[in-house]
C-alpha cells in the first residue's frame, strides 16, 4: 500500500519529462499562452492519470482550477492505449454537455508499465500511449460525473470497434459476395474505407442477438428495435414468383454513435440464410458523404436512371444541374429511400439552384420508422431561432421526435435545412405545403401579421403607418419568439411614448 507522501513523490518524480512532453506535435494555436506554469499545472495532471492504469482500460483525472482572471474551469487528462477516435469521441462527449473546450492537446508517448499497470518509464521504450489533456468550462458536479462515465463507456466501445475491425470487414466483404449488381458493390465500396465500421450482430428469426462485434457486444438490441428487425426480415424475405430477395437496406439507427461522431449510427442490413438479418453499424466517412455521385454505387445507378427518365443529356445544361443537384443531397439519405421519393428530392433541389425559396420536402425513410424533413431557407434568413422552430414544427406536424438536424450551405442564395424524425406509429406524412406556408408565414410574414394586428386595434392608415415605423426595427430574436398581436401591442405603447416625449419636447 503507497502512502499519500509516496504516491506524493512518485507524482513529482513524473511531472518534470511530462512537462517537456505534454505539447508534443500541438498546433501553434493550442500552446499560444501555455507559459511553464501552466505547463507545469497540466503535467502534474497529466501524472495523476498515466500514474496507475489497469490494462486494456482508460484513466481519468479531472480537477477545477482557477484561471488568471478568476474565472473558473475544468481540465481533463485521460492516459490510453493509442487508437483511432479517440480525441473526436472525447471532444463529442465534451461538447453533449454544452461545454465549450478552449485548450486540447494529444502527445502520444512512449511509456512503460508493469504488468499490473504501474508506471515505470516516460520517453523511452515501452508502448504507444495517447494522452488527452483538455481545458473547457467547469461543470458542476452532476456534470463531472456523468463526464466520467461516458468517458469509460465510449472509450471502451471505440476499444471494441478498433479491436474487431478486421472481423467487421471480413463481414461486409462476405455479404458483399454473396449480393449482386449494385448492392453487392455498395457493400465493397463500404468496405474499400468508404464506412467507418464500428459494429455488427446477426439476428436470427428468433432469440437473442448473436455473432456480435464491435460496439454491438454491449448495445446490439438498441442498434434496431425488435419492430424493426422484424420488418427488415420481411422486406428482404425472398419472393413468392421468384424467389429473388432483396440484398441490402440502408437505414438510419435512433442509436447516436458513442464513437468518433456524435450522430445517429448509419446501418447496413443483409439477409442470413435462416431469414434472419445482419446488422452492420457505422458512419459515413466524410469523403464518401461529398464523393461525386458517379462514384457511390447506387447512387450512380439512380442518377442515371433520373437523367433518362428526364431525357436530360449529361453535357447540357439540365443534366448538369441534376447531377449537382443529386451531389448536394446526403448521400446516405439518397441511396436509401424510394427512388420516386429522389426524383422529387432532386427536383425541387434543382429549382432551388436557379431559384432561392422557401421550400419543403417530406420523404419516409426504409421501413416506416423516420421521416426526413428537407427545408430550404433564403440564407440570409437562416437563424439558430428558426432553425429550433422549423424542426418543432417539423416534430409536431408528424406527430414524432426530433432525433437530429444538419445544415448545408451552398454557395448559390439558398440554405438548406435537414431534420430526422422518430415516426415510428404514425400513420401518415402531413401536408407539405401547409408546413410550407406556416414556415413562409414564421420567415416572411411577420410584418404583415403585425399590421394586421394593428388595423384591429386601431385606424387602419395609422395601423400602416405605424407598422412601417416600428415593425422593422424589432430584432429578429424579437420576431421569432413574440406574436404578432403581441407585437401590436408593443408597438402601440411605444407609439404613446413617442407622443409623449414630443409633447414634453414642445
Same mark, same amino acid.
Given at each position: 500500500m503507497v502512502s499519500d507522501q509516496q504516491r506524493a513523490a512518485l507524482l513529482e518524480g513524473w511531472v518534470r519529462p511530462l512537462a517537456a512532453l505534454i505539447t508534443k506535435g500541438s498546433v501553434p494555436g493550442e500552446i499560444e499562452g501555455f507559459a511553464a506554469p501552466a505547463r507545469r499545472e497540466a503535467a502534474c495532471l497529466a501524472a495523476e492519470a498515466l500514474l496507475h492504469r489497469a490494462p486494456l482500460h482508460p484513466s481519468i483525472a479531472l480537477e477545477s482550477f482557477a484561471r488568471k482572471d478568476g474565472e473558473r474551469q475544468m481540465r481533463l487528462a485521460i492516459a490510453n492505449d493509442d487508437m483511432p477516435f479517440l480525441v473526436d469521441t472525447v471532444a463529442a462527449i465534451i461538447a453533449r454537455h454544452g461545454l465549450i473546450i478552449s485548450r486540447l492537446l494529444h502527445p502520444v508517448i512512449s511509456v512503460s508499465r508493469t504488468a499490473e499497470g504501474d508506471l515505470t518509464g516516460i520517453g523511452k521504450g515501452g508502448g504507444a500511449e495517447s494522452l488527452i489533456y483538455i481545458e473547457c468550462d467547469r461543470g458542476d458536479a452532476r456534470t463531472r460525473m456523468a463526464i466520467r462515465e461516458e468517458l469509460r463507456a465510449n472509450l471502451g466501445a471505440v476499444r471494441a470497434a478498433v479491436t474487431d475491425w478486421h472481423a467487421l470487414e471480413s463481414a461486409v466483404r462476405a455479404d458483399a459476395a454473396a449480393a449482386t449488381g449494385d448492392e453487392g458493390a455498395f457493400l465493397n465500396w463500404a468496405a474499400d474505407g468508404n464506412f467507418t465500421l464500428l459494429g455488427k450482430a446477426d439476428f436470427p428469426t428468433k432469440g437473442a442477438a448473436v455473432a456480435k462485434l464491435g460496439l454491438a457486444r454491449g448495445k446490439a438490441e438498441a442498434l434496431?428495435?425488435?419492430?424493426? +428487425?422484424?420488418?427488415?426480415?420481411?422486406?428482404?424475405?425472398? +419472393?413468392?414468383?421468384?424467389?429473388d430477395r432483396r440484398a441490402l437496406l440502408i437505414v438510419k439507427s435512433n442509436l447516436i454513435s458513442p464513437v468518433h461522431r456524435a450522430v445517429p449510427l448509419d446501418l447496413l442490413i443483409t439477409p442470413l440464410a435462416n431469414g434472419g438479418i445482419r446488422v452492420h453499424a457505422g458512419l459515413w466517412t466524410s469523403g464518401a458523404l461529398g464523393a461525386a455521385p458517379d462514384d457511390v454505387p447506387i447512387l450512380s445507378a439512380r442518377l442515371a436512371a433520373l437523367q433518362a427518365t428526364f431525357g436530360f443529356s449529361i453535357s447540357g445544361h439540365a443534366g448538369k444541374a441534376l447531377t449537382h443537384a443529386v451531389g448536394v443531397l446526403p448521400h446516405d439519405i439518397a441511396v436509401s429511400i424510394d427512388e420516386d421519393d429522389l426524383q422529387r428530392l432532386a427536383l425541387t433541389?434543382? /429549382?432551388?439552384?436557379d431559384r432561392p425559396r422557401i421550400a419543403v420536402e417530406l420523404v419516409r425513410a426504409p421501413l416506416d420508422r423516420h421521416v426526413f424533413g428537407f427545408v430550404w431557407l433564403p440564407r440570409d434568413e437562416l437563424t439558430t431561432a428558426r432553425r429550433v422552430g422549423i424542426g418543432d414544427l417539423l416534430a409536431e406536424a408528424t406527430g414524432g421526435q426530433l432525433l437530429n438536424w444538419s445544415i448545408k450551405l451552398d454557395d448559390g442564395g439558398a440554405a438548406g435545412l435537414r431534420y430526422m424524425i422518430d415516426v415510428r406509429g404514425s400513420a401518415k406524412l402531413p401536408d407539405q405545403n401547409a408546413i410550407e406556408t406556416?414556415?413562409?408565414a414564421m420567415v416572411r410574414g411577420w410584418p404583415r401579421a403585425v399590421e394586421a394586428s394593428l388595423a384591429a386595434l386601431a385606424e387602419p392608415r395609422s395601423a400602416t403607418r405605424l407598422a412601417l415605423r416600428y415593425a422593422p426595427h424589432f430584432p429578429q430574436s424579437y420576431r421569432d419568439h413574440t406574436p404578432?398581436?403581441?407585437?401590436?401591442l408593443d408597438i402601440l405603447a411605444l407609439a404613446s411614448l413617442d407622443e409623449d416625449? /414630443? +409633447?414634453?419636447v414642445r
Open positions: 434496431l428495435s425488435a419492430t424493426a +428487425r422484424v420488418a427488415a426480415a420481411k422486406a428482404m424475405a425472398p +419472393r413468392a414468383t421468384t424467389q433541389a434543382m /429549382s432551388i439552384a406556416q414556415i413562409e404578432a398581436a403581441e407585437a401590436a416625449t /414630443s +409633447r414634453v
